[in-house]
Every structure is written in structure tokens, then in C-alpha cells.
């Protein structure tokens, strides 16, 4: 497809979540990080901090696209950089200019920290603010500290660890979104899954590291027919689908259920629903999805801005489309391929060839048929044995499995996450 040409038939649709990258620096210093250590390395023309005036004209643009397409809600995730660092001060401004400047649409704000600075205050904070936090960390102290290190080296185990439970205490426990681990291949999955577990997170989500076909990711050479992203969260999967009582809500296995149950909604990892995500750099300037940045410098860029364009002028352009057009903006392999309405082609950023640009395969494409492939395995053996069938449930939707479903907190975004498996 060429990218940048709407189809017939096709409309824009509407944004619904935004990310607004508050802080461009950070008080870690991740090796694997996207933002600071991959291609692309404009966060260091950006301003420290979003400014207020910035934050009014952001809110206002959400404020006017909202009216426009009559949405009653939408999602705004505070992001960084390390997004605490301004320090409760800044959230307030930022929240209050927020609330001020968007008066007839509900903001459902989140956070994604690093936890370093989520002190007993800041956690009551965010809790009456009403702010749903996340918290990164890699698994156990070995595995985080494989690359999640201060500046000099330290460790993050501890003031991460703290965070996490101080999330999961009584008072603050409906406030808390979970816990967000990138694979790490070197660390062993179950002891990993385990010590998260431990911790008491009530949902958590498992991210492949960024890579594309250029620069691929740790431990992965495409093409050498090894797997070994699947082969690290399959032990996890299983373990987790065959448990009496889900110990925890996990996203990238309950979005991949939804999927091949029927359902079509999903985060922007998979499937074929148009991705609504827009993000907003600390300057004001629009970016696509800020994974983008494992690309090339600029990849993520819009050239447009807050104080410029409106949001509905962002909607036609070439990069939106072409993650909103579902199937016809895919690669002609996935676009044969079994199981493309459960994968979608897996992240927009991973499927990036210099030469060829995103109009291919994932980088991952081995490893994402072959997670999807055991899961679909394992919940047809559940189907047969309750007398039903994979293309039943699909036509019914993902509700008509029978008893055993569950639903995810925080998962998919219709509801529909619904886990089967179970003793
Ligand atoms: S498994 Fe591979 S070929 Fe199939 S849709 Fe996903 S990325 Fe494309």
C-alpha cells in the first residue's frame, strides 16, 4: 500500500487516548531505552518540562476534537521521561490546567513511572487525584538490574520494590494500573512471573524490548527460525491460563484471547483496530507512537503542533492513516497470513526496514505466531472439552465461551478480556 493514501471507504478515526510526555529527562538510565538510547535522539532539543501554556493549548485541542466527534471520555497517559519529577507542584498545575481547559469532556488520566520517586505523599496524591499509576520494573533484583540502573550504576530494585507495594496497600490499591516488565531474555521467565507475583500487583503487562528489521532486538537474529520471545512467555502463559484463580490480570495474554475469541478492540500491540493514540511532546510538537523513536531520528515526528493544528488536521496525514487503516496498510505476507486478525503485524515501530520503511512484517513475526499459535492451541483444547468450538465462540463473541471466564482489569478496551483455562 502506498503509505500515505486514505482508501475508499476509509474514515478517520477520532483520537481517544493522548500521551503527554511531561518530563523529557529521566532519573534512570535504562539501556534499552527508546527515548534516550535508541535511533532516534530528540529528546535533547526538547524543553525540560511541558510548560502550562502548552498544557492550556493541548487541553484545548482535546477540548475542540472531542466536541467535534462527540466523545464523552477520553484517556490522557502522563508520561516522560520520568513524569514525577517535576514533583507534586507540577501534577497539580498540570492537572488543574488539564481539568480547566477541557471542561466538556472526561479525562481519564494514567501514569507510567519508574517508581523511584513514589513516596507515601506523592501515592496519596495521585490516589485523590484520581490517577491510575503504573509502575516499570523487569522481574526480580538479577533481572531488573540487568538494565534498569541510575546514571552510576546503582540499583532501582529497592525504591521500585517500595513503590510497587506502597500501590498495593488498601488505600491505594484501586489507584494502582499494575506493573509493566519488559522481556528481558536472559532472565528466567518463571522467576521472573513469580516475583512479580510476589509483590501483590493485581495486573501487569509484558513488553517485547524495541527493535526493527535494521536494528533488531536483544538476543534476535530474523530469519534463523529460533523463537525466543514466544519460548520466554509461553512457560508464563501456561502457568497462568491453567491456574484455578487468576493471580493477576496479564494485558499481552488476555488481549490475544479477546482477539481470537472474537473480539476486536485491543491496545496498539494487536489486531487490526484503527490505533487512536496520539502523543504529545513535551514542546507541544504532535508524535505518532513514541516507540517510533527505535526507528530512525524523526521517525515519530508530525512536523505539526499543538499551538499550530488541530487535531482533526492531524488525523489525514500520512503516518495516522496508515495506522488506522487496518488490514490494506499491512505487508502482503501478513496480510496472508492465518493469524493476522489476532496479530495485526504486531507494533507499527517493529515492522521498520530502512529502505522499505513499516510496510512490513514484525521483527518479531516468528515469535508472535508462535505465542499466538500455542495460545489458540490451548484454548480450542478448553473449547472441545466444554463441547464448543474456536468459530462458535467467534461468532457468538468472546462472552459465549461458557462458564470459566473471567474478566482482566485494566485490559481490552471493550470489556471483552475474557480469560479462559483454569483447573
Ligand atoms: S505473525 Fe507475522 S506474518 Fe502474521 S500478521 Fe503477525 S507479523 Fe504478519
Redo the contacts with the bound molecule.
Keep these: 500500500m502506498a503509505d500515505s493514501e486514505p482508501l475508499p471507504g476509509w474514515a478517520p478515526q477520532p483520537f481517544r487516548q493522548f500521551v503527554f510526555k511531561v518530563q523529557s529527562r529521566c532519573n534512570l538510565d535504562c539501556d534499552y531505552c527508546y527515548v534516550y538510547h535508541l535511533a532516534d535522539q530528540s529528546w535533547r532539543r526538547q524543553p525540560k518540562h511541558m510548560a502550562p501554556d502548552t498544557v492550556r493549548a493541548a487541553a484545548r485541542r482535546i477540548a475542540e476534537h472531542a466536541a467535534r466527534h462527540e466523545l464523552d471520555r477520553v484517556k490522557i497517559t502522563i508520561h516522560g521521561g520520568e513524569p514525577l519529577l517535576g514533583g507534586r507542584a507540577y501534577l497539580e498545575t498540570f492537572l488543574s490546567v488539564m481539568r480547566a481547559n477541557a471542561p466538556g469532556v472526561a479525562l481519564d488520566f494514567s501514569m507510567q513511572t519508574n517508581g523511584v520517586l513514589l513516596d507515601d505523599e506523592m501515592a496519596a496524591f495521585l490516589v485523590d487525584e484520581s490517577v491510575i499509576v503504573g509502575i516499570s520494573l523487569d522481574g526480580d533484583r538479577e533481572a531488573n538490574d540487568l538494565h534498569r540502573r541510575f546514571r552510576d550504576g546503582r540499583s532501582s530494585y529497592d525504591l521500585v520494590e517500595d513503590a510497587i507495594r506502597r500501590m498495593t496497600r488498601p488505600e491505594n490499591r484501586e489507584s494502582f494500573g499494575g506493573v509493566l516488565c519488559t522481556v528481558q531474555l536472559a532472565a528466567d521467565p518463571l522467576r521472573v512471573w513469580h516475583s512479580l507475583l510476589d509483590l501483590g500487583t493485581p495486573a501487569l503487562d509484558f513488553l517485547l524490548p524495541h527493535g526493527t528489521w535494521s536494528s533488531p532486538p536483544p538476543g534476535l537474529r530474523p530469519g534463523d527460525g529460533r523463537t525466543p520471545y514466544a519460548d520466554w512467555l509461553i512457560p508464563i502463559f501456561d502457568e497462568w491460563f491453567d491456574a484455578a484463580d487468576r493471580p493477576a490480570s496479564v494485558r499481552i495474554f488476555e488481549d490475544i484471547l479477546n482477539l481470537l475469541l472474537g473480539g476486536v478492540d485491543s491496545y496498539e500491540s494487536f489486531g487490526l483496530a484503527p490505533v487512536c493514540l496520539v502523543v504529545v511532546e513535551t514542546d507541544g510538537g504532535y508524535e505518532q507512537v513514541d516507540s517510533m523513536k527505535a526507528a530512525y531520528e524523526g521517525a515519530a515526528a508530525t512536523g505539526m503542533s499543538v499551538f499550530t493544528e488541530s487535531l482533526d488536521d492531524l488525523l489525514g496525514t500520512p503516518g495516522i492513516v496508515a495506522r488506522q487503516v487496518g488490514l490494506s496498510g499491512?505487508?502482503e505476507?501478513?496480510r496472508e497470513?492465518a493469524?493476522?486478525e489476532t496479530?495485526?503485524?504486531?507494533l507499527y515501530s517493529h515492522r521498520y526496514l530502512e529502505g522499505s520503511g513499516f510496510v512490513n512484517?514484525?521483527v518479531?513475526?516468528a515469535d508472535?505466531?508462535a505465542l499466538?499459535s500455542h495460545i489458540e492451541r490451548r484454548t480450542t483444547d478448553q473449547l472441545t472439552a466444554r463441547g464448543l468450538t474456536l468459530a462458535q465462540v467467534r461468532q457468538s463473541g468472546p462472552s459465549a465461551g461458557g462458564e470459566g471466564l473471567a474478566d482482566g482489569r485494566g485490559t481490552s478496551g471493550n470489556g471483552a478480556a475474557r480469560t479462559l483455562g483454569g483447573a
Design positions: 499491512l505487508h505476507t501478513c497470513c493469524l493476522v496479530c495485526g503485524g504486531g512484517p514484525s518479531f513475526c508472535l505466531y499466538i
